[in-house]
């Protein structure tokens, strides 16, 4: 079965932009979340997507959002880029509620804002 | 809210045991895990327990978990070059609510 895919994995954007990064779960897997990892702040929950509904939400700003397709492919956003937002965009896939909901993770999107 | 912490570094010989430690606060913990990553990779799922267990092997892998100190470690056995990367701790208290990761243990293994 193929792992978590994750598109693309690097990107460079200057600050004001903004960007979408694209993530492809486990097949049958119908749960995603996103997480930023920083070396300061370490490994942050950003949001969790099941069945197009936004289950669970970060303590970030608006500037990020997300959403899930009918495929269980999902996306985020960021608008307007600030500096502090170059991390490491880790997506992951886990079956769904009513399972131990094991996540499983892709390899991220390396995120720079110059 | 919760916190999870671990040592930052850990240094060990080629082929002895290694041991990284994680304590989490919130006692309504319900599922633990260990993730592994390695440079310029994602989060690799090692191993996980259930917070009704007190121990699991998985080959080369032993978690131990005590659940009245809050206390979990996962032990390598014959350590080698390749372990060398991250590991990180994580917990959940249900299956509907997100990770909370520790902030890694950085593990180095000398030839």
């Known amino acids: 079965k193929a792992g978590v895919t994750q598109t693309p994995r690097y990107l460079i954007k200057t600050r004001g932009q903004q960007v979408t990064l694209s993530c492809s779960p486990i097949?049958?897997?119908?749960?995603v979340s996103w997480y930023q990892q920083t070396p300061g702040q370490g490994l942050q929950f950003l949001f969790e997507?099941?069945?197009?509904?936004?289950?669970n939400k970060g303590n970030f700003p608006g500037r990020f959002s997300g959403r899930q397709f009918s495929n269980s492919r999902s996306e985020m956003n960021v608008s307007t880029l600030e500096l502090g937002d170059s991390a490491l965009y880790l997506c992951?896939?886990?079956?769904?509620?009513?399972?131990?909901?094991?996540?499983?993770f892709g390899p991220g999107t390396r995120l720079t804002v110059l | 809210g919760e916190d999870v912490e671990q040592s930052l570094f850990l240094s060990v010989r080629e082929g002895d045991s290694s041991v990284i430690n994680c304590t989490y606060t919130?006692?309504?913990?319900?599922?633990l895990y260990w993730y592994k990553q390695e440079p310029g990779a994602g989060l690799q799922l090692l191993t996980y327990?259930?917070?009704?267990?007190d121990m699991k092997q998985d080959q080369r892998l032993t978690v131990l978990l005590n659940k009245k100190d809050k206390h979990l470690s996962l032990r390598i056995a014959d350590t080698q070059t390749g372990d060398s990367a991250i590991y990180f701790c994580?917990?959940?208290?249900?299956?509907?609510?997100?990770?909370?990761f520790g902030k890694g243990t950085r593990l180095s293994v000398i030839a």
């Open positions: 992951a896939s886990s079956p769904g509620p009513g399972y131990t909901d094991t996540q499983y």
């Open positions: 097949s049958g897997h119908r749960s």
């Open positions: 997507y099941f069945s197009e509904t936004q289950r």
């Open positions: 919130d006692s309504s913990s319900t599922y």
């Open positions: 327990i259930f917070s009704n267990m």
């Open positions: 994580a917990e959940r208290n249900s299956g509907n609510t997100p990770l909370v």
